[in-house]
């Protein structure tokens, strides 16, 4: 919800450390007996909606302070029009009122109704209206008065000329249809310098936005399981999947995986409730692939929901685009990975698709936090939520994708189980950005860091600025290195990427040559394995992992809907550490064969050659016999059998192939000679036998005698 109670000060201190500033929930109270100051001290506006697209303004008023405030006979004033508070009501410490021109819309927008509703709803609070009340879309003011007429609070935004008591400099810039305008809060509170910086956080806010907090908790021993993609997600999603029992909520931007739609048709067979949200508007659209598979599971039984809506509809979303990739299986599991439920980011093929990282933990606590931002993001009264069946891209006909090939089912890494205590933390976007990025506080490390990244800006450009700015992401790294942290950066070099992948890198290379500095950073090199970097991962000293579907864009950090992990874990961390050493080095290196040049076999027999004790830096991924060196691919099988017709040679070519596209050839001579006419080296062998032997027996008659005469002797 847009607001929380504050239930004491002591838990407000740890809001302000979690998320920059306490955050604080509509609450006032009537009953005199708990006033313990009437004194207007700290109330404040605290937030407004003025470019509304169906008339349901709003604005909210919060007590900052730590005593409850009655508000009998103030006003709220936009110059034009005057709401006054007639009757008796109190604000209670860090709680909020909101007045609202659409309860309705209010309502589905937040989940709540609002405290005041102006549209001719009955409410048991007072409130006397005159004038024309209405915010102005491109200018206007608010003033907070109390019933003296005194100043206790203004802004002013847009092209309104209005000035008073308290307020310097320029007004606010104008609002965006949809937006909703926030009081900048800091660990002292909110910000009230009486100045458009007040109004400035670094997230956007949008009608029906949210404010969950980051969530941390425990993971005990054996309960958290790192894995990646492309070698072994899909083991653990689908695993995890089929174990369901009970319901399982899948978020992703983009589905379209035949695998794990398969995995979700075979829970509801079982009888598992499956619901899913989807972005209705990903980039390229949503393809032939993802309408069956999302008709398919909504045909048999799955509550799919897309967020979806144009302002010019007169939708507002309260997020700009659905971007997060998570999972929650029966209350107990969550699955939170770098990507999407499709083909490539839940590959069937253990070794070739997008590189990405995950993390399945059991954890009743991150599943119950989980669940409370799924439902609360698909809520069917939310605007911009659609059932899929009511979209009209949803196929009544549809089937449920083909399962790919899988060509290569054992990748390189398996996924790791921890055997040590960990600490996960969810942080979701933009909530957990108030006023900077939140992994700009992750990144800061004191002796190492690692990095690999779909999608970077070197600069930004952000809600309150036109000009371009370097992105605070980049400048933590460039800040690191010049204290001596060593940091390595590898991002995506795909060619809808390369431009703007490639400023980040070469900024980032020009620091580490211009300063000698510990700081490297490159591009994916295009001859290995990996298709597409998408993974947004981050190691930070050996200890801290984060797994994340944040690309180091602003929209990720301010206006998308994600998720990301920090799992405090040294072996998490070695894990993945080794994971992106493994991206980072080139493998240049070729397969070695370990198999005998030379055979000796009979005309007739069968004989069969292996590659079992062949071997690979990385991992070996293609296997060709040539049988008689003719150039054609007689078997791709680890080890081939075959017939010897006639005596003579027979050459084998055997050629490997490693997962960066290396190769090792080797010629095999099979020696085929008749089954009663042994080869020149046998005879001369059974030749050399035949003499030894007359020699050794007479020598044994010697010894035989000798010892005989010698019994006599006695």
């Known amino acids: 919800m847009a607001h929380i109670v504050v239930l004491s000060v002591a838990f407000v201190v740890v809001c302000i450390s979690l998320m920059g500033g306490p955050h604080f929930e509509r609450a006032i109270s009537d009953d005199g007996a708990q ?47 005057v709401v006054v508070f007639v009757d008796p009501m109190y604000v209670g410490p860090y709680a909020s009122l909101v007045v609202s021109f659409n309860a309705s819309s209010y309502l589905a927008a937040y989940g709540t109704l609002p405290e005041v509703h102006l549209d001719g709803l009955s409410t048991d609070i007072g409130v006397q209206v005159s004038g024309s009340f209405r915010l102005g879309n491109d200018g206007d003011s608010l003033s907070l008065r ?65 404010s969950w907090r980051p969530y941390a908790t425990v993971v005990d021993p054996g309960c958290l399981t790192a894995f990646l993609s492309p070698d072994c997600s899909a083991d653990v999603v689908v695993s995890r999947l089929d174990a369901a029992r009970e319901s399982i909520r899948v978020c992703s931007y983009e589905f379209s995986s035949p695998i794990v739609c398969e995995a979700l048709l075979r829970a509801l067979c079982r009888g598992v409730d499956v619901s899913l949200l989807v972005d209705g508007s990903p980039v390229g659209g949503i393809d032939e692939r993802a309408v069956n598979a999302l008709s398919a599971l909504a045909g048999s039984g799955a509550s799919v929901r897309v967020l979806t809506g144009r302002l010019d509809d007169g939708v507002v979303k309260h997020v700009t685009a659905i971007h997060s990739k998570y999972f929650v299986i029966d209350s107990t599991d969550v699955i939170v990975l770098s990507e999407n439920a499709v083909p490539s980011g839940i590959p069937a093929d253990r070794v070739f698709g997008n590189r990405g990282w995950g993390m399945a933990a059991v954890s009743s606590e991150l599943a119950a936090y989980l669940t409370s931002v799924f439902e609360d993001d698909r809520r069917d009264d939310r605007p911009g939520v659609m059932d899929w069946m009511c979209d009209a891209r949803y196929d009544s006909q549809a089937e449920a994708p083909l399962l790919e090939e899988n060509p290569h089912e054992r990748g390189m890494f398996h996924p790791f189980t921890t055997t040590s205590v960990a600490t996960v933390t969810l942080v979701v976007s933009p909530d957990g950005s108030f006023m900077s990025p939140f992994l700009c506080d992750t990144l800061l490390s004191e002796t190492d860091l690692v990095v690999e990244q779909f999608q970077a800006d070197l600069r930004w450009r952000t809600r309150w600025s036109d000009d371009e700015l370097l992105s605070p992401l980049v400048s933590s790294l460039v800040d690191g290195a010049r204290k001596g942290v060593a940091c390595r950066a590898l991002l995506d070099s795909s060619w809808f990427n390369l431009e703007r992948n490639g400023e980040v890198v070469d900024a980032l290379v020009a620091v580490q040559f211009g300063e000698s500095l510990d700081c490297s950073a490159r591009l994916m090199d295009p001859e290995g394995p990996i298709t597409v970097m998408h993974n947004k991962g981050v190691v930070v000293d050996g200890r801290r992992t984060v797994v994340s579907s944040n690309n180091w864009v602003y929209a990720s950090f301010a206006k998308n809907r994600e998720l990301a992990a920090v799992i405090d874990s040294p072996e998490v961390a070695s894990y993945f550490t080794e994971a992106f050493d493994a991206d980072w080095y080139p493998d240049r290196v070729a397969p070695v064969i370990d198999t005998p040049k030379d055979v000796v076999a009979s005309c007739g027999s069968w004989v069969t050659l292996s590659s079992e004790a062949c071997s690979d830096d990385r991992m070996l991924v293609g296997v060709r016999w040539d049988i008689g060196a003719d150039g054609s691919v007689d078997a791709t099988t680890p080890s081939v059998s075959f017939l010897l017709a006639a005596p003579g040679e027979v050459t084998v070519m055997l050629t490997l192939t490693d997962s960066w596209g290396n190769e090792a050839t080797q010629a095999i001579t099979i020696r085929v000679v008749s089954e009663h006419h042994p080869p020149p080296e046998e005879r001369s062998s059974m030749a050399a036998y035949a003499s030894v032997i007359p020699a050794a027996l007479g020598g044994a008659l010697l010894l035989l005698m000798l010892r005989k005469r010698g019994q006599r002797r006695r």
């Open 35 to 81: 006033v313990l100051s009437t004194i207007p001290l700290g109330v404040i506006i605290s937030e407004f909606y003025p470019c509304a697209v169906c008339d349901d303004e709003y604005f909210v008023l919060t007590n900052a302070g730590s005593s409850s405030v009655s508000v009998e006979g103030w006003e709220v004033t936009d110059g034009e029009g």
């Open 146 to 210: 109390d019933g003296h007429g005194a100043v206790l609070d203004f802004v002013v935004y847009g092209d309104c000329a209005e000035t008073s008591t308290g307020w310097t400099g320029p007004p606010l810039a104008s609002p965006r249809m949809g937006e909703v305008m926030v009081r900048v809060r800091s660990s002292d509170g909110f910000a009230d310098a009486g100045m458009s910086a007040d109004w400035m956080p670094f997230r956007e806010h949008r009608y029906g936005y949210s």
